[in-house]
């Protein structure tokens, strides 16, 4: 009988923007009702580059509530997003170590919706 051998999946890196409610010691201003996050995050699909993202942000007493994908970088070139060289030096860290890069956290107020304080 002969085995299989399986190829180690290839790492990509995902752009995810994550929106997050309040918790205890979430470390967010007093009157913020939650934050919008960009993050890049390393996984084998964009599923599993979300469960780490949740993850790690919940194991730093946040509260993600919603997750939008934006893809690899190369999907993003695709749709013809202008990728800076900061934000590409961050998502070859995230790729590097194999971990989540928190790039940006912008706190949001009222009914101020993630969506609109990144673009």
Known sequence: MSEKTKKPAKQ???TLLVQVGRNKNDGLPKDATGAALICYSS???EAE?????????KQADLAPLD?????????????????????RALMQRALD????????MTP???DQDADETLH
């Open 12 to 14: 990509k890196v995902f």
């Open 43 to 45: 996984g084998v699909d």
């Open 49 to 57: 580059a979300v469960r780490e993202t949740v993850a790690i942000l």
């Open 67 to 87: 997750v939008t994908g934006y893809g690899t970088i190369e999907e993003r070139e695709d749709e013809g997003h202008d990728i800076p060289d900061e934000e």
């Open 97 to 104: 170590e194999n971990s989540v890069i928190v790039a940006q």
């Open 108 to 110: 949001l107020y009222g």
